[in-house]
């Protein structure tokens, strides 16, 4: 199934033709490089595709399922966040969520927080009240009892105003992805002790 094609594509920047006649197709599950020198059009090509630039002339066809999507050479990015916590960021959960149209992403976060913990083992034993934020999945949402010992996890879903004790910890899922992988311990939770290759079905 072709799910992108240029027809006699053709573009100038003032009197500079950078394409000319360009023509292609691309079949699902093609893999595609382009190879050139500098300054004969393969950003320029990018570009028009993803709709960053116009064109003189010609015609691109796109599958109605087909979203392109492009990631620029220079990204002018400015951050003080590491690379982890710039992925854990829970705005940046939800938008590649949202932009892959439901899919799930390919990022360490957890997708069922009570399903993952049942797998866990934490070391000692207690009794921890959470409330944890998700921008994405909203069976996430709420407040928590964690109770952990003998090998043995719980994690009850409860209602906030039921809660006869304080909340201890007020997380995001993100901080709780990294936490549980062990990237950035929040003091006073529980560390984790046992983990599997359940891992990568579970969360990924």
């Known amino acids: ?13 003032g009197i500079d033709s950078i394409l000319e006649n360009v023509n292609f197709t691309v079949n699902e599950y093609d893999k595609i490089g382009i190879i ?63 932009e892959s149209t439901g899919k799930p992403y390919v990022m360490a976060r ?7 913990v049942r797998l866990l083992g934490f070391q000692g034993e ?24 003998h090998g043995n996890v719980k994690l ?7 809660l006869m004790e304080d909340i201890e910890f007020d997380l995001t899922i993100g901080e709780l992805t990294a936490h549980i992988f062990g990237y950035k311990i929040i003091e006073g939770l529980p560390l984790v002790c046992k983990k599997g290759s359940f891992f990568i079905n579970d969360y990924l």
């Open 36 to 98: 050139g020198v500098n300054g004969t059009g393969k950003t320029t090509l990018f570009k028009i595709i993803s709709g960053i630039y116009g064109y003189d002339s010609g015609d691109i066809y796109t599958s109605k399922d087909c979203e392109i999507g492009y990631l620029e050479q220079n990204t002018n990015f400015h951050s003080e966040n590491t690379i982890l916590e710039e992925v854990l960021d829970p705005s940046i959960q939800s938008l590649n969520w949202l």
């Open 110 to 116: 957890i997708i069922n927080i009570r399903k993952t």
């Open 156 to 162: 009850d879903k409860v209602k906030e105003e039921q």
């Open 1 to 13: 199934m072709i799910v992108l094609s240029c027809n006699n594509l053709n573009k100038s920047f």
């Open 126 to 149: 207690g009794r921890k009240i959470l409330k944890i934020t998700d921008p994405v999945l909203e069976e996430n949402n709420g407040c928590f009892i964690l109770t952990y010992g």
